[in-house]
Nanobody, 115 residues
Framework: QVQLVESGGGLVQPGGSLRLSCAAS????????MRWYRQTPGGERDYVAF???????HYADSVKGRFTISRDNVKNTMYLQMNSLKPDDTAVYYC?????????WGQGTQVTVSS
């Protein structure tokens, strides 16, 4: 079965950096586009970034120029390098794959940006 496991979250000061990872299993990772989303308490799950199977990328305007999405199709892992973090980036971050007509999500990893 499809499994997505996020890691790498934590507490960081404004202006700091974190790198999130999403380990994937149960499907042919190298052939699927992948996405990062984030959600604040009481808020909707918002799109953050997208990467195709061959590495083309797209970002939400709010993170463009600060975040970088990447993938390693040998390790079946997706990454999100987050630089110049702001308090508004505080959220639970989820990785996502859309496969066979449905969305799959990981359990999420908490990112808190605070001094």
């Amino acid at each position: 079965q499809v499994q997505l496991v996020e890691s790498g979250g934590g507490l960081v000061q404004p202006g700091g950096s974190l790198r999130l990872s999403c380990a994937a299993s149960g499907f042919t990772f190298s052939t699927y586009a992948m996405r990062w989303y984030r959600q604040t308490p009481g808020g909707e799950r918002d799109y953050v970034a997208f990467i195709t199977s061959v590495g083309s990328t797209h970002y939400a305007d709010s993170v463009k120029g600060r975040f970088t999405i990447s993938r390693d199709n040998v390790k079946n892992t997706m990454y999100l390098q987050m630089n110049s973090l702001k308090p508004d980036d505080t959220a639970v971050y989820y990785c996502n794959v859309y496969r066979n007509g449905r969305d799959y999500w990981g359990q999420g990893t908490q990112v808190t940006v605070s001094s």
